[in-house]
């Protein structure tokens, strides 16, 4: 079955770091993919999404780009602040679910 | 506006209480989502509506019961929790099935 997986947590940076969260999946067809985030005690938001290979999503200075050769989400930040704290999930769309992965926190220490 | 607004934030309950959560989204969509997330664990699929009617039920047990009144509105019934129920409990939203699922900020739910 369809599949995703993180690179595991937690990682700890400095603020103004460059930021890598390694995510790649196994599906049949050509699934959606998503990057969500949650903050401490909230739920969850969207923070980005590519549809088609080669899309690149980006929100808020995120980047992740979807690649089909590689079967990877990769997600990106040229430049981490105190603010981006919290649990990163990968995930992608199949029939009716989302298939996630067991998410990756973030610490950024000033 | 992607919002999807839950209520209430925080429910203490005991085993024997009848409690509701809610769930109100005004973006049109026609799929919605009740998920459990407990610590430091992805959510959970519980449920799918999709145009009102129940799609998908994950082998819930039937300790929760969900309702979907009218396209905006999602409920989930409780009735006799065990203190394992004990999660963050969050709902969400689709244009369609398969389409991109915006949550809520959920409700944390303690069954004493």
């Known amino acids: 079955g369809d599949s995703v997986t993180q690179m595991e947590g937690p990682v700890t940076l400095s603020e103004e770091a460059f930021l890598t969260i390694n995510c790649t999946y196994t599906?049949?067809?050509?699934?959606?993919l998503f990057w969500y985030v949650q903050y401490p005690g909230e739920g969850l938001q969207l923070l980005l999404k590519a549809t088609k290979a080669d899309d690149k999503g980006s929100n808020k200075g995120f980047e992740a780009t979807y690649r089909k050769e590689t079967t990877s989400f990769h997600l990106e930040k040229g430049s981490v602040q105190v603010s981006d704290s919290a649990v990163y999930f990968c995930?992608?769309?199949?029939?009716?679910?989302?298939?996630w992965g067991a998410g990756t926190k973030l610490i950024i220490k000033p | 506006d992607t919002e999807v607004t839950q209520t209430p934030k925080h429910l203490v309950m005991g085993m024997t209480n009848k409690k509701s959560l809610k769930c109100e989204q005004h973006m049109g969509h026609r799929a919605m989502y009740w998920y459990k997330q407990k610590a430091k664990k992805p959510p959970e699929l519980m449920f799918v509506?999709?145009?009102?009617?129940?799609?998908i039920n994950e082998s819930v047990p039937s300790r929760f019961s969900p309702e979907c009144p009218n396209s905006s509105l999602l409920n989930l019934h409780l009735h006799a929790l065990q203190p394992e129920d004990s999660a963050l409990y969050l709902c969400?939203?689709?244009?369609?099935?398969?389409?991109?699922?915006?949550f809520g900020p959920g409700t944390r739910l303690t069954v004493l």
């Open positions: 509506y999709s145009y009102e009617k129940l799609s």
């Open positions: 599906a049949t067809g050509y699934p959606s």
């Open positions: 969400a939203s689709s244009r369609v099935i398969r389409d991109t699922q915006y």
């Open positions: 995930a992608l769309n199949s029939n009716y679910q989302l298939i």
